[in-house]
């Protein structure tokens, strides 16, 4: 997370107008970075959401983002079998040679150019030679990420290679190749990009769903333009939801690590003791220590797996925003004259919104249902109801027990299809290089 306004040659992200020569670093001029206050890494034509909560946000299961870190103790694992002094270094020389820098550039409308060009303020300023300011701008960026096959398959964020025009693969060796996306997925912000070369170094991966908090944790990646940066600290935490987060919009329990990363690390591995790789780096929240998350390799594999089949990913969609009940959130609601709801319920899951057309509206659910079991199991979070929902196959029917008016009724739900969203929304920001 970059927490203060940096100059252009310092950050990862840059924009050239058209027919513009790119200018000697000595002689750009000082640009500020606005700074956000949550911010997803990599800059690519990436972006990064702004999500900061005084309560718990409303979840929707229509539903991206790195800080110092403390020392590492100087012991490893036992498992590992490496030298005390030495065991990072070992790890970092097997699986160095598998991250790789990406390159991405997109053309798009340059919105100052027709406030500028047709302003008859400007035009009487500058009188016959007022100069002519390009329509289009050229963004570049920069993140990792990290290979899987030996024939060049690269998986990395979504918000690093989302609406390129080119994108560059750079190897450790100093390698250079054209890369093509098969794919990105917004929801999950994963990506994978496949260039044409042979025998390539692969990463190992490890098994994020056994992650526990205190195990070693090791990052490598292209930090703020700064190739092949290796930092460590330890797994803060699992499964922290997108809610806590403040990225409700997205599916994906994060594994929370105090390893430093920084703009330009994003799509690059978080690594174990042995070496393998158990997330994808990802975000960081503005004015932490020690905040940083990727997201688990078992969810980016899963991803992954098709989007290098079909290009694309289909996720489950009921259409519904809802909210955690609590004591608490009852109250509030029924006092809020404003809110239109009236609840009896303490627990549950709270339905705050049916979207118009969508799977929910058409099997019955309604504004003010309260959830309390999906399928048979007890759903007393909404996160727990969101990952139940991103399980399912779309078009799968979902059994609903609800409650109503204090009257329960039973309601079968046949999951649509996500709808589809663009990977960069349009309160994330560019990061510059």
């Known amino acids: 997370m970059q927490l203060h306004p940096k100059r252009e040659e310092d950050s990862d992200f840059k924009t050239l107008h058209l027919e513009e020569r790119p200018k000697a670093p000595n002689r750009a001029p000082a640009k ?15 972006t990064a959401g702004t999500y900061l909560y005084q309560q718990k946000p409303i979840e929707s299961d229509s539903a991206t983002i790195l800080a110092p870190s403390k020392p590492l103790a100087s012991l490893p694992p036992a498992s590992t079998g490496a030298s005390a002094p030495n065991w990072i270094a070992d790890i970092v020389k097997q699986v160095g040679p598998s991250v790789v820098r990406i390159d991405s550039s997109r053309t798009v409308e340059n919105p100052a150019a ?4 047709n302003n008859p303020f400007f035009g009487r300023f500058f009188g016959p030679n007022m100069p002519q300011m390009p329509d289009k701008e050229i963004q570049r960026g920069t993140g990792s990420g990290f290979i899987t096959t030996s024939d060049g398959r690269i998986l990395t964020n979504a918000h690093v290679v989302d609406g390129a025009d080119r994108v560059t693969v750079t190897l450790k060796d100093g390698r250079t190749f054209e890369g093509k996306v098969l794919g990105t997925d917004s929801v999950t912000d994963v990506a994978v990009v496949k260039i044409e070369a042979t025998n ?8 994020s769903e056994a992650l526990q908090p205190g195990e070693a944790a090791i990052a490598i990646g292209n930090p703020l333009g700064l190739d092949n940066t290796v930092t460590a600290g330890i797994i ?4 922290r939801t997108s809610g806590q987060i403040g990225v409700p919009d997205k599916r994906v329990d994060f594994i929370q690590t105090d390893a430093a990363i920084n703009p330009g690390n994003s799509g690059g591995p978080l690594l174990n003791a042995r070496g393998e790789v158990i997330g994808m780096n990802t975000a960081i929240i503005q004015g932490a220590q020690g905040l940083g998350f990727a997201i688990p390799i078992q969810t980016a594999q899963r991803i992954a797996e098709q989007l290098a089949r079909s290009g694309k990913v289909e996720h489950a969609y009921l259409g519904v925003q809802m909210v955690t009940l609590s004591p608490d959130v009852k ?11 009236s609840v009896r319920e303490d ?4 339905v705050v919104r049916v979207m118009p057309n969508s799977p929910a509206e058409k099997a019955g659910l309604r504004a003010g249902d309260v959830i309390g079991k999906v399928d048979g199991q007890s759903v007393s979070d909404g996160n727990i109801l969101q990952q139940t929902v991103e399980k399912a196959q779309v078009g799968q029917t979902l059994r609903f027990e609800v409650s109503r008016n204090g009257q329960t009724i039973n309601l079968n739900v046949k999951a649509g299809t996500f709808p ?11 990061l510059n290089r």
């Not at 109250?331 to 709801?341: D, T, V």
């Open 32 to 46: 500020l970075v606005g700074v956000l206050s949550l911010l997803l890494l990599g800059a690519g034509v990436g």
């Open 114 to 117: 027709d406030l500028f060009n």
């Open 200 to 207: 390539l170094p692969t990463v190992k991966t490890g098994d």
């Open 236 to 239: 803060s935490a699992t499964g």
């Open 331 to 341: 109250q509030e609601i029924n006092s809020n004259p404003n809110s239109g709801l």
């Open 347 to 350: 627990r549950g899951v709270l």
């Open 420 to 430: 589809n969203q663009q990977s960069a929304p349009q309160n994330r920001m560019p």
